[in-house]
């Protein structure tokens, strides 16, 4: 199938990880192929500014060039129009496509969380755990979830707590309860490739399987592992019930589904029963749902789901693989109806180039904070109150000040989301169509109501912000009446996060 752009059209397209580069206009050159979307959430839809969509159960491939678009994929496809505008066309994607009637658990959304990963590492112990957990609370930090990342485990699919780093877990999670924490465990679909549990699992082809009887081997960034076949019953039973007996035994509230990216099926290998590609990525994604608390990177076609949704570990830096790619990328996570996410952890958290014992840039963590603080849900790994001085520290207690005073409506529009689809954050294109704003991508609306332009260059004193036509209130308590295509200029401190509220009705 091949189509032209209608004139101004804009599209995003199902690989959310290439949200970064959308919208994509009729200049655009980009192909991507959806049985790709490592290494984030992906659906098999294409949204455009101007009412029309693609909208699929399998992946399909997509190549724009020349002012044209061709989608090819192995089910019927066919360009349809819902009407004139892209909240248009995504309504009729998600009354077709996506799930409704439920959210996640308030917590994810009235507080922030907090990760051990780059705070710890790989040394993770029950002490270093409490010690992180206090030093928050000591801090003045609010309470929220905390997630205790990798290694906190016997080995990868034995999901027991290793006695030696946490000699009484029972107790740690009482204190982290004391102390107003939810806690969460860091747990992904592979097992070592020797030994226990490894030996067993093959033995009762719970694996992924080769053609020729061997259990399927995967490449991460840990190292070599088996994967669980996920469309097997009895595999999954395996992990849930391990992660049962943690709920049970020691009260843990949650779990952080990490990895799982769907594998590429080239008749190599075979599934417990044929599913199509990137379903073994959607049964995964279906685990965390009998959770209080679950958080993913991966999935698919999970639109309205009420899962957490992180971003890829994102570097420090101020450039596209930092801080500038947070807000495009979840954009795309909102229009493929992943309404419940989180950039990653603040100021970055590959584990890989951020090193917590090297200078730290204290503008581009404050400006992180900044970014992050109105996304559905924010989360912090390194602390704050240890990295930065106090001016730096101050401007990140008012960023999350402000997500404090705004939870309220924050939480109007997660139930917004999970009964009529309204999107949380999204493109101002979504709620003020066809005013000039669709290209706009390092800004973001919270609902209806509010227009947050966050600073995301560093030294910058100075910002234009481009507003629909309307009456709106700026950060700062001015209120003041906008044309369509008008400019206001600020001088802009590093306290300053700029947002604007609607005072009229759009």
């Known amino acids: 199938m091949t189509f032209e752009f209608l004139p101004g059209e804009l599209w995003w397209v199902g690989r959310t990880f290439d949200g970064v580069h959308m919208p994509l206009d009729a200049t655009a050159t980009y192909e991507v192929d959806l049985r790709h979307v490592k290494p984030n959430a992906g659906a098999a839809v294409m949204l455009s500014s101007h009412g029309r969509y693609v909208a699929g159960t399998q992946p399909f491939c997509v190549s724009m060039a ?153 490449p991460w960034w840990n190292g070599t592992s088996c994967l669980l076949d996920m469309s097997n019953p009895q595999s999954v039973r395996f992990l849930t019930d391990q992660l049962d007996a943690l709920v049970a035994e020691f009260g843990i509230d949650g779990f952080k589904f990490d990895a799982g990216d769907p ?78 996410h989180c950039p990653d952890m603040v100021g970055g958290g590959d584990l890989g180039v951020v090193d917590i014992h090297k200078p730290l840039d204290q503008e581009l963590f404050v400006r992180c904070t900044q970014a992050s603080v109105l996304f559905p849900i924010i989360q912090f790994s390194m602390a704050p109150h240890r990295l930065l001085d106090a001016q730096h520290f101050q401007a990140c207690e008012k960023a999350l000040a402000v997500r404090r005073q705004l939870t309220p409506y924050l939480l109007e529009r997660v139930a917004m989301a999970a009964h009529r689809h309204q999107p949380i954050f999204a493109p101002l294109e979504m709620y003020y169509p066809h005013q000039g704003l669709g290209r706009l991508t390092q800004a973001f609306c919270v609902g209806d109501r509010y227009i947050v332009y966050p600073t995301v260059h560093k030294g ?39 947002y604007f509220e609607r005072q009229d009705s759009p």
């Open 460 to 498: 910058q004193t100075e910002a234009t912000f481009p507003l629909p036509k309307g009456t709106w209130r700026d950060w700062r308590g001015k209120v003041f009446t906008t044309q369509m295509g008008e400019c206001r200029t600020y001088a802009v401190t590093l306290e300053d996060m700029p």
């Open 66 to 218: 020349h002012g044209s678009i061709t989608v090819q994929g192995q089910e019927a496809l066919a360009l349809q129009r819902a009407g004139n505008t892209l909240m248009d066309a995504y309504l009729a994607v998600a009354q077709t496509h996506f799930q409704s009637g439920s959210a996640p658990d308030p917590l994810c959304f009235s507080a922030p969380q907090y990760n051990s990963w780059i705070e710890v590492g790989f040394d993770t112990t029950q002490q270093k755990v409490l010690d992180y957990a206090q030093g928050l609370i000591d801090s003045g930090a609010q309470p929220g979830i905390l997630i205790i990342d990798d290694n906190w485990m016997v080995r990868y699919g034995q999901w027991k707590f290793d006695r030696e780093r946490f000699p009484d877990p029972k107790a740690m999670v009482a204190a982290l309860h004391g102390m107003g924490f939810a806690v969460m465990l860091w747990v992904i679909p592979y097992t070592v490739a020797s030994g226990h549990p490894y030996l067993e699992l093959k033995d009762e082809r719970l694996y992924v399987m080769n053609r020729d009887g061997t259990p399927k081997l995967t």
């Open 263 to 340: 594998l590429m099926q080239d008749g190599t290998f075979a599934f417990h029963h044929p599913i199509a590609q990137n379903e073994d990525d959607t049964c995964y994604s279906r685990i965390g749902l009998g959770y209080r608390l679950a958080e993913y990177r991966e999935s698919w076609n999970m639109g309205g789901a009420p899962l957490m949704l992180r971003q890829q570990d994102k570097a420090h830096t101020w450039d596209e693989s930092g801080l500038r790619t947070l807000i495009p990328n979840g954009l795309a996570l909102s229009l493929m109806g992943y309404h419940y």
